[in-house]
């Protein structure tokens, strides 16, 4: 069977169906059968009539005593009602505006029901239950998988070309992992686990259907980056850089001493560079916790010894702040930096290459123009990136290759529990900076409902009037019909006209990255007194009078993204407050407000929100350069993405490069589902 073909082959997909699906991400019949249900509703355990309590959802059936009343209530407006007894007792039905359900029951006849209970006192009712002959078994009487739908697919059409799909199939699926593992770790098969996944008999069938696709997936994952790994230090001497430069010559022009957390870091990147083995190390630190420094120690050593290095941030205001920075602190020991952004003309471009090449730049800042084929390094011998979680896999080896056998540093201030940290960057080796330098001052906090507005912008004002800075942070760039968020655009008309007195500026990701720039440097000369802002200001912008973090809509970030903002103020020698705007009432929405209030702890912000939200959410919907888990939590899965890496490790053990007929599957999947994700 060819899991490739296209899903218009399948039994009830026509070619309106095929661009619905292809908007879930279903092109083919292998996107179909692994289309895994997000959810699932037992329709199963039945309950009498008499049994039923106000507020739960259940499955009852019930014999039609009445023909369906209607009552119309107004123009538009019309309520249908049936009841249905059973021996404990009798339930009213309600439907609104569903006219066919005149003519849909058979008094006497008994049909099965699912819904939601409402009311007491010996009179219960079911809005709109979901409903079939008693025994028919389609929509009630067994677990039932609920799909993500889009616009003119509904649950039913979706599981019926699900389940057209595996007849389709045919148990024809290949196995991929050998039977050792299998039998070993109590997997089941593939072709079970396939239908079971979706349409479980019982619990157990689902439990032990996911607990496969589970540890397949995060089994391929860990193999994928283990390999990786391998692939970066099989017989690869690096460059031994020399361990004579004399590091505290440069340390001791710094107006601070490094953290105890620092020095661990810099001695671990250290000892890596002098090693003959490249190095490969991932850098995690709080917002603020110093990671900038440690990495311009190690460019300074590389360049010391007779190396370039280069150094990649995510936007073109973060380069320019590296460049500023680094440019600022190196070139009185005769550090030679340079800035490449899109912002360059041609022939600044074409000169600042021609340098590079001739190895008359030292240290190369810049943005993704530094990936451009035609940029040439004389001697390359250190990459840096920052902000990792931002550039895949495949960016960060572009750059290196554009040396021989370079040292990577990666950098990222999104505080990722180490346990996930160790899976995700499983082919790099991890340094934590977990130490704030001294006299970073805790941010206040405070989450407030729209009715506290005026007393927020009164805030703004004292603010402002102390001589301090605002941000002022958005979710959208752009008015929304289909959504309420208050638009960067529109907040800015709005603040314009309440602070008129002021200097109100707007940033976001659509403008031209001169004027970007510009508005920035404004802002950190100090001639923006309020900046509206979407997360383009997230990563890296350093303004030290910038006392105040307004965030609109904060329920629409997650935690890690709100600490990320937050960690914008706060910078320098004044108070500072983060004041976090929100809307909606759900239990889930004010545990996650309290928990910014109550916490500037990176690593516990990121824990609780990988708890409330997910790893799907947390990371992004494609983690850049892991493959998509379509099963598999990071978060609630430890317990078997612990036991698929001893599986990785056992196997690896024994045939290192993959090479058996029994693992052929294995490497051809990585190869399939791994580095192509890769080429991101």
Not at 370 to 386: H, K, P, Q, R
Not at 453 to 482: H, M, W
Not at 628 to 656: C, G, H, S, W
């Amino acid at each position: 069977m060819d899991l490739n073909q296209s899903i218009q082959y399948i039994k009830g997909v026509g070619p309106a169906r095929v661009q619905q699906l292809n908007k879930l991400g279903i092109y083919t019949l292998n996107d179909a059968i692994t289309f895994f249900p997000r959810t699932y509703e037992d329709r199963g355990a039945y309950k009498k009539i008499g049994e039923l309590v106000n507020g739960e959802t259940v499955t009852f059936k019930g014999m039609v005593t009445s023909r369906v009343s209607e009552t119309r209530i107004r123009k538009g407006m019309s309520i249908y009602k049936l009841i249905v007894r059973d021996e404990t007792g009798s339930i009213i039905l309600t439907w609104f505006n569903q006219p066919y359900i005149k003519n849909t029951f058979v008094v006497g006849k008994e049909y099965s029901f699912y819904g939601k209970v409402l009311g007491g006192l010996g009179r219960l009712e079911v809005q709109n239950p979901i409903f079939e002959a008693y025994g028919e078994n389609k929509n009630t009487g067994k677990i039932i998988p609920i799909y993500p739908l889009t616009h003119g697919i509904t649950q039913n059409v979706i599981r019926g070309i699900i389940e057209n799909a595996i007849k389709l199939v045919d148990n024809t699926l290949e196995e991929t992992l050998p039977i050792k593992i299998r039998e070993k770790y109590n997997l089941c098969e593939v072709n079970y686990a396939t239908y079971n996944i979706h349409f479980p008999k019982v619990l157990h069938d689902f439990e032990i259907s996911r607990y496969r696709i589970a540890f397949e997936e995060l089994f391929m994952l860990q193999m994928g980056l283990f390999q990786l790994k391998a692939k970066a230090n099989k017989d690869y001497k690096g460059i031994s850089f020399n361990k004579k430069v004399n590091i505290e010559e440069l340390t001791g022009t710094f107006p601070y001493s490094l953290t105890n957390a620092q020095n661990r870091v810099w001695n671990e990147i250290a000892h890596d560079m002098e090693s003959e083995n490249s190095m490969n190390r991932l850098v995690q630190g709080d917002v603020g916790s110093g990671k900038t420094v440690v990495a311009m120690m190690a460019m300074y050593k590389a360049v010391k010894n007779g190396y370039q290095a280069a150094m990649m941030a995510p936007t073109a205001i973060l380069a320019r702040q590296h460049y500023n920075n680094i440019s600022k602190t190196l070139e009185e020991f005769g550090v030679r930096c340079a800035l490449f952004t899109s912002e360059l003309t041609k022939k600044q471009k074409e000169i600042l290459i021609e340098k590079l090449k001739n190895n008359e730049i030292d240290i190369a800042i810049g943005t993704h123009a530094l990936l451009e084929e035609n940029i040439e390094f004389n001697n390359l011998g250190l990459v840096i990136t920052d902000e990792q979680h931002r550039f895949g896999v495949r960016q960060r080896g572009v750059l290196s290759s554009k040396g021989n056998m370079v040292d990577t540093l990666v950098m990222t201030a999104t505080p990722i529990p180490r346990t996930l940290a160790i899976i995700l960057y499983g082919d790099l080796d991890i340094s934590i900076i977990d130490e704030l330098p001294p006299g970073r001052k805790k941010i206040d906090t405070y989450a407030v409902k729209k009715d506290m507005e005026t007393r927020v912008n009164s805030f703004i004002k004292k603010e402002i009037d102390a001589g301090r800075q605002v941000y002022i942070v958005c979710p959208l760039v752009e008015e929304s019909e289909t959504t309420d968020l208050k638009s960067v655009t529109e907040q800015y008309e709005y603040y314009k006209e309440i602070f008129k007195e002021y200097n109100v500026a707007i940033l976001h990701g659509k403008m031209k990255n001169k004027d970007k720039a510009e508005i920035m440097e404004k802002y950190k000369n100090n001639q923006i007194d309020v900046l509206i802002s979407t997360t383009v200001i997230e990563v890296g912008v350093d303004v030290p009078n910038a006392t105040l973090m307004v965030i609109e809509n904060a329920e629409r970030f997650g935690l890690a993204q709100l600490h990320q903002l937050r960690g914008r103020v706060g910078r320098g020698e004044h108070k500072s407050y983060c004041i976090l705007k929100y809307s909606g009432n759900s239990e889930v929405i004010k545990e996650r407000m309290q928990i910014m209030q109550q916490s500037n702890d990176g690593f516990v912000i990121s824990e609780k929100d990988l708890e409330l939200r997910g790893p799907g959410d947390f990371f992004g919907t494609v983690q850049h350069g892991v493959p998509e888990f379509k099963v598999a939590n990071l978060y609630t899965d430890i317990r078997i993405m612990k036991k698929a890496q001893e599986a990785v490790k056992e196997l690896l053990d024994i045939d290192p490069l993959l090479e058996k007929d029994e693992n052929s599957k294995i490497r051809e999947k990585i190869d399939n589902l791994f580095n192509k994700k890769l080429e991101i």
